[in-house]
Structures are given as structure tokens and as C-alpha cells.
């Protein structure tokens, strides 16, 4: 179905070594998912469903990939490629939670537990996030001002000593503990 279908090379975010880029082509199909139906002696035949994306991807490597992606009519091509190469991010997401947090250690019994434990692993790692994004953006803002038009012998006159653990999250108001002793 995608033979007569226009190829297009696509970009969809940056990697570690550069722009992400394939080749991409999509057609509106209907899958045959539809309720079952028996037709003659052909046992039980499944009528056309709802209309998706078929999406084919041709690598640089000159592998294949074919995809169905429910979203809309009106999407285009390059949002039905960032879609489908969402879903790596979402992976590794959930295998740092796995390996690094724990989410697969729980070993209670109840519903509520595992949400529980889901939950703060889930906050675990969005702190861990935050920490090493902002770690990240002031590497690049020194990059930056190391770089500049400043003459490199002069050393700065006055410099505040960092403190990254303050800054990574805001500060709280200390709470008054008459009010919360019971």
C-alpha cells in the first residue's frame, strides 16, 4: 500500500549524535479489526474497522518499519513520525525506573501499596530529572560565557560560591512547630 505513497525525509528531534532523520510515508487504510463476521465456509472473517495511519520508515541502515497509529485525518507526517519515536523515551523512562528506582521491587499485596511505591518511585525520578537537567543547562551557560569576548587573563573579581543543592529545588518556608506538634 505504500509503494505509490510520496517518501519524505523527516526530522524529529535531536540526538546524541545529531538530527534524527528516515525516510517516512503514510496512507489512511482501514484495518480489517472490525467485528467478526462468518462468511460461507471461511470461518470467522473480521469486517474493516476504524480508519488509521499506516506509516512505513526506511532507515539509513536500510531497515524497515511499518506502524498504525490512530491519530487524526488532519496530522502530518512529521507529527506521525515524532509519535512513533516518542515511544523510545518512554522506554527508557520506564526502564531507569526499573533498574535505578525499584519500581519492580515491590513485593506487597495490595493495590493501594503499589501505587504507593509506583508513585514515589515516579517522584524519585522526576527529582532526579530535574537535578540533572538543570546540571546540565548551567554546563552550558558556563560553556557559553567561557567562550565569550572576555579577555581569558582576567579572572573575575567576585564570585558567589554555588550551592547546586539549593539550587536545583526552590526553598521551602520553614513551618512553625507549635502548629504542627499534636
Known sequence: MLADAKWQNVSWRNGTKGRLKARFAAVR????????????????????????????????????????????????????????????????????????????????????GLHRHALMTMIAYAFLQHRRLSKARRKKKNQRTTASTKPASRAPRHRRPHNSAASAMPVLPKMDRRRTAA
Open 29 to 112: 487504510v482501514r484495518a480489517a479489526d472490525g467485528p467478526p463476521q462468518r462468511i460461507w465456509d471461511k470461518g470467522q472473517q473480521h469486517l474493516p474497522g476504524d480508519e488509521a495511519w499506516l506509516i512505513g520508515e526506511h532507515r539509513t541502515s536500510g531497515e524497515k518499519k511499518y506502524y498504525l497509529a490512530n491519530l487524526p485525518a488532519a496530522a502530518d507526517l512529521r507529527a506521525l513520525a515524532a509519535t512513533i519515536k516518542a515511544r523510545w523515551i518512554c522506554e527508557q523512562a520506564h526502564q531507569q525506573l526499573k533498574e535505578e528506582l525499584g519500581l519492580d521491587h515491590f513485593e506487597g499485596r495490595s493495590w493501594r
